[in-house]
T-cell receptor, first 111, second 114 residues
Framework: KNQVEQSPQSLIILEGKNCTLQ??????????LRWYKQDTGRGPVSLTI?????NTKSNGRYTATLDADTKQSSLHITASQLSDSASYIC??????????FGKGTRLHILP | NAGVTQTPKFQVLKTGQSMTLQCAQD?????MSWYRQDPGMGLRLIHY???????DQGEVPNGYNVSRSTTEDFPLRLLSAAPSQTSVYFC?????????????FGPGTRLTVT
């Protein structure tokens, strides 16, 4: 069964600190993996997309990694800001364009 | 571009009432979809459309109808609302069905059924 598991469920860090969010998936055949940011009361917004051959992709202070062999991805946030408080959703697409959403990690940045 | 717009932003219904959630996009995208988001669960696909006049069921279609008479609009109809349909509903669009295209989400409609 195609599944996307994210950890931790929630995370609290101080402003300025770094953090890493994890995503494990069992989607086959794999097509691509996206990380979305969802602010409270808003729709998700795509941060990065990675295909099978890509190991790392950055978008400002966000860096996503992908290990297609172990079916793991991570999202690293550097020098966190208050505006990073949001839910981060890992989304994996299968070869038939079916999209599987993770439940998300809720990140709280404290001043 | 306004992107993907949804109305209303909030709605309260009584059990058995019907209503239509509106969704529109101005990016000339072929593919549009409706999701629901519930606490502790990932977004789940309700219905989708690959172009005007074509719709299909997603993962959780029961209790919902859709139509796609134009490229721009993709309304979601609740025929007889039930408390289990209390959720946040997101409309999304992307250029084509292929998942490599970026998907754009609307701001959501928070629906409560009492």
């Amino acid at each position: 069964k195609n599944q996307v598991e994210q950890s931790p469920q929630s995370l609290i860090i101080l402003e300025g600190k770094n953090c890493t969010l994890q995503c494990n998936y069992t989607v086959s055949p794999f097509s691509n993996l996206r990380w979305y940011k969802q602010d409270t009361g808003r729709g998700p917004v795509s941060l990065t997309i990675m295909t099978f051959s890509e190991n790392t992709k950055s978008n400002g202070r966000y860096t996503a990694t992908l290990d297609a062999d172990t079916k793991q991805s991570s999202l690293h946030i550097t020098a966190s800001q208050l505006s990073d408080s949001a839910s981060y959703i890992c989304v994996v697409s299968a070869g038939d364009d079916k999209i599987i959403f993770g439940k998300g990690t809720r990140l709280h940045i404290l001043p | 571009n306004a992107g993907v717009t949804q109305t209303p932003k909030f709605q309260v219904l009584k059990t058995g009432q019907s209503m239509t959630l509106q969704c529109a996009q101005d990016m000339n995208h072929e593919y549009m979809s409706w999701y629901r988001q519930d606490p502790g669960m990932g977004l789940r696909l309700i219905h989708y459309s690959v172009g005007a006049g074509i719709t299909d069921q997603g993962e959780v279609p029961n209790g919902y109808n859709v139509s796609r008479s134009t490229t721009e609009d993709f309304p979601l109809r609740l025929l007889s609302a039930a408390p289990s349909q209390t959720s946040v509903y997101f409309c999304a669009s992307r250029r084509r069905q292929e998942s490599s295209y970026e998907q754009y989400f609307g701001p959501g409609t928070r629906l409560t059924v009492t």
